[in-house]
């Protein structure tokens, strides 16, 4: 996944739920899950602060497949997916489209 990707997902769920502007006001938030250990980070800007749109740049680390010449995260590791978090549990964009 890298921004590319994400610009591709809001294109094939544009009009429906799963892009984070038809669905905050449903308390959804724009999150990542990491399919193999189930560890699940909202989208954050690098300064740590919440973002209101899916981006790479404040996940952690490790989730990294590889980096800039500035070291920022440019994609993420194929078990990293993009979603919602609600109430503490994790949205797939297809989940959340169907909300």
């Known amino acids: 996944m890298n921004?590319?990707?994400?610009?591709?997902?809001?294109?094939?769920f544009r009009g429906t739920k799963g892009v984070s502007e038809n669905n905050k006001g449903?308390?959804?938030?724009?999150?990542?899950l990491n399919q193999k250990t189930g560890q699940?980070?909202?989208?954050?800007?690098?300064?740590?602060s919440p973002a209101p749109v899916h981006l790479?740049?404040?996940?952690p680390e490790e989730w990294a497949a590889t980096r800039g010449k500035n070291g920022i995260a440019v994609s993420l590791l194929?078990?990293?997916?993009?979603?919602?978090?609600r109430e503490g549990v994790f949205y797939s964009r297809e989940e959340a489209a169907m909300y």
Not at 40 to 48: D, K, P
Not at 56 to 59: H, P, Q, V
Request: net charge negative; no cysteine.
């Open 26 to 32: 449903d308390g959804f938030k724009p999150a990542f």
């Open 56 to 59: 790479i740049e404040g996940l």
């Open 40 to 48: 699940v980070e909202l989208a954050r800007y690098s300064n740590g």
């Open 3 to 12: 921004n590319h990707t994400l610009k591709l997902e809001n294109l094939t």
């Open 78 to 85: 194929s078990e990293i997916v993009a979603g919602f978090v």
